[in-house]
């Protein structure tokens, strides 16, 4: 009986620290890079849809590396572009990119460390590396 007291013990245990590790608030640098990268890919998925309108090729590159000071730029850029404004869901991720400019600049000001200051690098992805097996 001994053993599986311990065990029913160890298994409370580890389901309070699971839950306790699921309801923590966000940190800041957790919500903006969950943030940069539902937008990145909302813009992947906008340029690719075939129902969107032909505007959505003129907007500017939405690829987003908050470690990348330029990010602060690209983000102004996109939500001041003025075209598609028509087209809803360029609207959704306009709104999207203010938000997250403005929790770089407010919120999140004094917890955030740029690694980079290249504007190139935002221009064009980084694919991620190939496997081989």
């Known amino acids: 009986?001994?053993?599986?007291?311990?065990?029913?013990?160890?298994?409370?245990?580890?389901?309070?620290?699971a839950l306790l590790a699921s309801t923590a608030p966000p940190t800041c640098y957790s919500r903006v890079l969950s943030l940069s990268k539902e937008?990145?890919?909302?813009?992947?998925?906008?340029?690719?849809?075939?129902?969107?309108?032909?505007?959505v090729e003129m907007l500017p590159r939405l690829y987003l590396d908050i470690h990348n000071y330029c990010v602060l730029a690209k983000l102004r850029d996109f939500v001041a572009y003025p075209g598609?404004?028509?087209?809803?869901?360029?609207?959704?991720?306009?709104?999207?990119?203010?938000?997250?400019?403005?929790?770089?600049?407010s919120y999140c000001r004094r917890d955030l460390v740029f690694?980079?200051?290249?504007?190139?690098?935002?221009?064009?992805?980084?694919?991620p590396p190939i496997e081989h097996s």
């Open 39 to 55: 937008i990145t890919e909302s813009f992947k998925e906008l340029q690719t849809s075939k129902t969107v309108d032909s505007c």
């Open 1 to 17: 009986e001994l053993p599986t007291m311990k065990m029913l013990l160890l298994l409370a245990a580890l389901l309070s620290t």
């Open 84 to 105: 598609c404004d028509r087209v809803v869901e360029v609207n959704e991720l306009k709104e999207k990119a203010r938000s997250l400019y403005t929790i770089l600049i």
């Open 115 to 127: 690694l980079t200051d290249d504007c190139n690098a935002l221009e064009i992805p980084i694919s």
